[in-house]
């Protein structure tokens, strides 16, 4: 049997992952398929992420785990059964998630975190992103220190009872591609470039035929309108809604009548009409972006500056010279009423100028290249395409090192309290996790583990709670003791349902990351499954 095509392997995979590569493209799948994804501890959590990282087709993952199946792992974990019991649970769990899909490979290792730090720590520098379940605090707080200093993103989820909790530990992540919801296009209508004025004024809409005059782009009358409208307002363009909805009644003056007097069917003029406070929003720099200007990262590079400081430095000149207080255009116009020539005509106008701009970025580029010493291929040409078409919405996430998180003298106390004004804040669960760490501290277990002893955990819960609280400065009053009993009362179960959940939340948060796409959390997430909600902090 001959062996299949590069071609046929190809179109195989864009069938199978399709719907994926709609979100994030193939840029975005071949950074998936090339990630190394690491998990500590296979619980009932652990292995409902990687379920949702393997079935996309992550590269590969290795399990870290030196735990043995027990009957709690057969009772929660959907990986798992009564034939597994007493085997290695990194070792089960890897061979059932590799099932699941044959492009991705994985691997364990059955030891503890605490002897991989110990005898060899390096082990955690080769993977793009180490996920957590499951670890005494202490051994977290060691291990997210090695991680922070090598500069690996850290993600710890983990599922209480109907708890859920992720908290991410990354230096800096830059994001090019951040996808944001029901962003304005960018038309430039406020302050038009000389290709575009040229073909507006190119157009006469009194002279144009009865089909030209209904196929004329929305944009052109905007413009056309626009220009009178400042002709009669000292060059002012309508700014209040008193004064656009009188721009929209100029507008629609403009349609055609009939013979009759009958003002004839024109969608594009109707377009026209609608996008009036789209088309007319102002072009600025967004405040993301002009603090990533103002970054030290951005001011000053030096040859190990990464790529995207490069191109944001060559951009914020660009703003700075050519772009004239302004970004590189978009070069993208929404679908709208005209016909096909004239359609093409002013896509090409705004292409055109959107090639300028990444001609000048590019130059800038390779001039900053030379002046650090560094090869012109250090910043490859489809990026800093990628980088000019969405400068707009370009971003960057620096969360805090865990160890500040849990350093009474660091911990955001103000913040915390502003939250608990409201009781029900989800930011209680966030304590109470923290004080069933500090229970696991003291007994080496946690509260409610065993049933004959909820109730005399109790006060010892509430104690810890207490001293967490002292410690912030804040009153021991401000939890309902109803929490407290309640958290007891989970004795450390994982529930599949929320393990299910938070393994769909974090797989999502890992993709983010290691796609460069989307906007990651920054810091902290808990969900609550008795009331179904969630909320993020900064901690």
């Not at 992720?166 to 209508?189: F, G, Y």
């Not at 307002?233 to 009958?262: L, S, T």
């Amino acid at each position: 049997m001959a062996a299949p095509s590069e071609t046929g392997i190809r179109m195989d995979k864009e069938k199978k992952y399709d719907r994926q590569l709609r979100l994030w493209g193939d840029h975005g799948q071949a950074a998936l398929e090339s990630a190394k994804i690491c998990l500590i501890n296979a619980t009932a959590t652990g292995t409902e992420i990687l379920k949702n990282l393997v079935l996309p087709g992550i590269g590969s993952f290795t399990i870290i785990d030196g735990n043995r199946v027990s009957g709690q792992d057969i009772g929660n974990n959907f990986f798992l059964d009564k034939d597994n019991l007493g085997k290695s649970r990194a070792k089960v769990a890897t061979e059932l998630l590799c099932e699941l899909n044959a492009d991705v490979s994985g691997d364990c290792v059955e030891e503890t975190v605490e002897q991989l730090l110990e005898s060899n720590p390096q082990v955690f520098e080769v993977f793009d992103v180490v996920i957590v379940t499951e670890l005494p605090e202490r051994t977290l707080l060691d291990l997210a220190t090695f991680l922070w200093g090598a500069d690996v993103p850290l993600l710890i989820c983990r599922s209480y009872g109907f708890i859920g909790y992720m908290r991410m530990a990354i230096k800096e992540h830059t994001v090019i591609e951040s996808h944001p919801d029901n962003a304005h296009e960018d038309l430039r209508l406020d302050r038009q470039f000389p290709g575009l004025v040229k073909y507006i004024d190119g157009m006469n809409l009194l002279s144009m035929t009865k089909q030209e005059h209904s196929h004329t782009p929305y944009l052109v009358i905007i413009a056309k309108y626009l220009h009178q409208w400042k002709e009669e307002h000292e060059g002012n363009p309508p700014k209040n809604y008193k004064e656009k909805n009188a721009f929209k009644d100029m507008i629609r003056e403009g349609v055609r009548k009939n013979e009759e007097g009958v003002e004839e069917l024109e969608e594009n003029f109707d377009e026209a009409v609608k996008n009036v406070n789209n088309a007319l929003v102002p072009t600025v720099i967004p405040d993301d972006v002009k603090n990533i200007f103002n970054d030290d990262c951005c001011v000053n590079l030096t040859s190990d500056s990464s790529s995207f400081w490069i191109v944001s430095h060559a951009i914020k000149q660009f703003t700075e010279n050519e772009g004239k207080g302004a970004l590189p255009l978009r070069g993208s116009i929404p679908d709208m009423t005209a016909d096909s020539k004239r359609y093409i005509q002013l896509q090409n106008v705004y292409r055109e100028q959107a090639s300028q701009d990444y001609q000048a970025i590019t130059g800038r580029v390779h001039h900053i290249l030379n002046t650090l010493g560094l090869p012109l291929d250090y910043v490859a040409d489809s990026d800093i395409k990628l980088f000019c078409k969405n400068a707009h919405f370009v971003r960057v996430v620096r969360c805090r090192p865990l160890a500040q998180e849990y350093n009474p003298e660091k911990a955001k106390t103000a913040d915390i309290a502003t939250n608990l004004e409201n009781p029900d804040n989800e930011i209680v669960f966030y304590i109470l996790l923290r004080a069933v760490d500090r229970f696991y501290s003291q007994y080496s277990r946690y509260p409610g583990f065993y049933d004959d002893q909820v109730e005399a955990d109790i006060p010892k819960l509430k104690n810890c709670l207490n001293n967490i609280l002292q410690e912030w400065g804040l009153s021991p009053s401000l939890i309902k003791d109803d929490y407290i009993h309640e958290m007891c009362r989970y004795g450390a179960s994982e529930l599949h349902t929320v393990a299910a959940f938070m393994g769909g939340a974090a797989a999502q948060e890992v993709v983010k990351i290691v796609t460069k796409q989307f906007l990651p959390f920054n810091n902290t997430f808990i969900y609550n499954g008795m009331t179904s909600t969630s909320a993020t902090y900064s901690l």
